[in-house]
């Protein structure tokens, strides 16, 4: 074979090789926005995945799959792909949105409130930027230039859910809510599946003492997504608070009567009980579950955690002892709350012998540098403490607890302008945390 035709045939290959991968690549594509559209985000995780296999800079892929990390409630991994997305196209707009929606989500208002200035100069008139300033403008107090600037946006787009749901949070801020609610009411004709508009329409009908048209909503949301748990939870509470236990009983135990094996709503009918301190209850419907399934690790820890709580503590160590005899995943677990339950006890010794054999065998298991973190933060080791807790909050970044450990870390390191952006995160996302607060200004003196 001459070069010549050595150098077409290895083209042809190449060639065809690139067909098809670009078909395979357009077969995941389709597959993850069918498994989107079905509301199968784990399945258009996976389809979005192999696209990013064959092509990492794939955006239509990386938004895709950005949408579905938040659908799955992976927050830092959409936030990563929205980044990313920009990266590769600084002028696209719909992500520098999302991302902006999130970092407002985030208690990070002056950056999204810079994305949306960014859509906005590169499009005067980009509804969803609009929407994002608005938002930020809000978050900033400005309620009225807030208002001004969603009432063009809708008046630009009446069908944006972004912008409907803006509109009519500003409008109540305002003091005009009953322009809030008409404007819901008229949104959810031409949107009648928006998960949304019945959650806000509902929250609205509740704080009128409209409770039939509260209901009405809430089982409409249940109606729409059947498998959400979320929602039965909504309606639950909804019937605690309007003095109607026996149809808030009813939500759980008809879900269990369809699925006994429905760990969720055994979850949720012991929690009913504990909140009700139907103790006896309580405990003894997770034990006719686990009797039933006694590999439902699940429903165990959920008893020995009930045992803890009503001072039961014997027996919960040993049941996290039996635990230890399981598989990796049981037995870590099993060692993590055996740990804290000896650190509660001031068995620091035992405790830490137990987050030694975790970290030996996963050094990076956030639950054991969480405790261990706040083991040396109790013996004023603030060099051993920062690391472990500066890896659980970047694990955990919206944990307060957590944030304001690494914080107290830092102050008695000395770092106290580390400890002061720490607890500037805490009081943006609990302005009623006053203790926080108080700390806060003794360091900014």
Known sequence: MNVKVLFLTVLFCFLAACDGMEERKQKYLSMAQESFDKKNYEKASVDYKNVLKIDPKDVDALLGFAATLEKLKDYRGAVSR????????????????????????????????????????????????????????????????????????????????????????????????????????????????????????????????????????????????????????????????????????????????????????????????????????????????????KENFDLQFILASFYVKTDRVDEAETMYRSFLEENDKVATKAKNRLAYLKAEQNDIAQADKLIAEVLEQQPGNIEALTLRGKLYLQKEDAVNAIPDLRAAVNANPENIEIIKMLAQAHILNGENELATELLKNVVRMNQKDVASRMQLVELLL
């Not at 989500?105 to 499009?123: G, R, W």
């Not at 008139?125 to 009432?151: D, P, S, W, Y």
């Not at 008229?186 to 009908?205: M, T």
């Open 82 to 293: 929205y980044r990313a997305v920009i990266e590769l196209d600084p002028t696209n707009n719909q992500a520098k949105n999302k991302l902006g929606q999130m970092l407002l989500l985030a208690n990070q208002v002056d950056q999204a409130f810079d994305l949306a200035e960014e859509v906005l100069a590169a499009d005067p008139q980009n509804v969803g930027g609009m929407t994002l300033k608005a938002a930020g403008l809000g978050r900033k107090g400005q309620f009225q230039e807030a208002l001004n600037l969603i009432e063009q946006a809708y008046k630009l787009n009446s069908s944006d859910l972004d912008a409907i749901i803006m509109y009519s949070a500003l409008l109540k801020a305002n003091d005009r809510a009953d322009e809030a609610l008409a404007l819901l009411e008229k949104s959810i004709q031409a949107i009648p599946d928006s998960v949304s508009l019945h959650s806000l329409l509902a929250q609205y009908y509740a704080e009128r003492n409209q409770l039939l048209l509260a209901e009405k909503q809430l089982k409409k949301l249940i109606e729409i997504e059947p498998e959400e748990i979320q929602f039965k939870r909504q309606l639950v509470v909804f019937y605690e608070r309007t003095d109607r236990p026996e149809d808030a009983e009813r939500v759980f135990s008809d879900m269990i009567a369809s699925h006994p094996d429905n760990t969720d709503a055994v979850v949720g009918l012991h929690e009913l009980y504990v909140s009700r301190n139907h103790l006896d209850k309580a405990e003894a419907l997770l034990k006719q579950h686990i009797a039933n399934d």
